[in-house]
């Protein structure tokens, strides 16, 4: 089980750091929760996270196999008596697990734990991914216990020192030999312009015709998600001051903007899976009716569910819960989920819709207007990857101008078809 620890320091910022507990004592599982510590600290809460769910998934495999074989050796244990973290059979036999969901294992564990055998399956559950980030994070996490506890020690002599660096290499040559090259799952597809009309129809309804403040609320969030391509945590972490509908792009031009602001971490952000901005800031445009519409909502729907709330500080964070135990508090990734999974029924689109296939809705519809209207490739691309907060080298904005390639290409193989037939 992660939990996520807030440290403070008198007069300095307060960090907030992951811990890995063991769910059935209640102990601290100090070894992956130093390795964090150490050597994950500079990387997001939310990666760091990541990690030890990986980790965790590790160490239920090793309680899985010591349930089996009583006398058999962890990877620790090893380890600390110089010898080899694991086996070529036992990295393939970790590989196969890693292809499973971690609650499987952990279920086959309690199983067997009340004397039912239970057979590894071949199916999968996990795409290639997973398994494979899975498989990287576990191998870096018994190469750093190899460096930490052989390298660590005082007086260390070069034979030793050579050993820790020949397990090191044993082991990534395990684990790269069980890389799963399997094809990943197809990417998130975009709404059909059908589907994408539906939903846009449901989503653009005038508050008037609200019939709540949590209706006005999700429909605002699924206009803003198909409007301007926001990432679920970019939408996440904006505050109200984030909303400028008079923003001085340069002088004398003036439009309304959302602010993406990559801000650290913030003690006072209560949510589990603290909400971060992934790549570059900066503004994007959008519509001043849209832009006027959420300063609406802040100022009213917004302003009412906060004053709900028996406390004294109120969370800057733009959309909030509106009923519960929550009300006034910001809304998660999965409060934001199920927003989405309501407006998509509302709007009977069949597709199953996230918020990132509204991201690629949004680009995807972009990309098709900029070639509507003649737009140079190169330039498409840059105003592509400005919008979409991509690093310069990303190859992300490339992706919404296949399609486009594709489809010149039918264009010229079918003219050449037609000439063919009238020879």
């Known amino acids: 089980m992660v ?7 008198e007069g300095k910022r307060a960090i907030r750091r992951p811990l890995l507990i063991d769910r059935e004592s209640g102990l601290l599982h100090e070894l992956p929760t130093a390795y964090a510590l150490r050597s994950l600290g500079k990387l997001a809460l939310n990666t760091q996270i990541s990690y030890l769910y990986d980790l965790a998934f590790y160490l239920e495999w090793v309680a899985l196999r010591v349930s089996r074989a009583p006398k058999w050796v962890t990877p620790e244990a090893r380890i600390r008596s110089g010898r080899l973290a694991l086996s070529q059979k036992e990295v393939d036999d970790l590989a196969n697990w890693c292809q499973n969901r971690a609650k499987d294992l952990s279920q086959v564990r309690k199983r067997e734990a009340g004397g039912i055998r239970v057979l590894h399956t071949s199916e999968t559950s996990v795409d290639s991914k997973t398994t494979n980030q899975r498989l990287n994070n576990i191998c870096n996490y018994l190469c750093w216990l190899t460096r930490d506890m052989v390298e660590g020690a005082l007086m260390l002599e070069d034979r030793e020192i050579a050993k820790s660096s020949k397990f090191q290499d044993s082991l990534q040559r395990a684990f790269n030999a069980s890389v799963s090259g399997r094809k990943s ?6 709404l059909s312009p059908s589907d994408s009309l539906a939903f846009r129809r449901t989503v653009a309804a005038q508050s008037t015709q609200a019939s709540s403040e949590l209706e006005k609320r999700d429909r605002l969030i699924g206009r803003l998600l198909l409007d301007t391509g926001l990432r679920s ?5 904006l505050r109200c001051e984030d909303v400028q509908d008079n923003f001085e792009i340069k002088p004398g031009k003036f439009l309304a903007v959302l602010k993406v602001i990559k801000r650290p971490n913030d003690i006072q952000d209560e949510r589990l899976w603290e909400p971060s901005v992934k790549t570059l800031p900066g503004p994007i445009a959008i519509s001043r009716k849209l832009a006027s519409e959420l300063i609406q909502y802040i100022s009213k729907e917004r ?12 969370t800057p964070y733009l959309f909030v819960s509106h009923s519960g135990r929550q009300v006034g508090l910001p809304i998660s990734y999965r409060n934001l989920n199920r927003i989405i999974a309501k407006l998509r029924k509302a709007s009977a689109v069949a597709t199953k819709i996230s918020p990132h296939t509204l991201r690629h809705t949004h680009f995807t519809e972009l990309r098709d207007l900029m070639d509507a209207n003649g737009t140079d490739p190169k330039e498409a691309r840059r105003l592509l990857q400005e919008r979409g907060h991509w690093s310069p080298n990303s190859s992300m904005p490339d992706h919404y101008s296949q399609r486009h390639l594709a489809e010149k ?3 010229f ?6 000439i063919l037939d009238e020879d």
């Open 413 to 418: 193989v079918e003219k050449r078809d037609r």
């Open 3 to 9: 939990r996520d620890l807030k440290i403070t320091a």
């Open 233 to 237: 945590g970019e939408l996440l972490k």
């Open 409 to 411: 290409q039918a264009y």
């Open 303 to 314: 302003r009412a569910a906060v004053d709900r709330r028996d406390a004294r500080k109120e």
């Open 185 to 190: 799952s197809p990417p998130i597809a975009a």
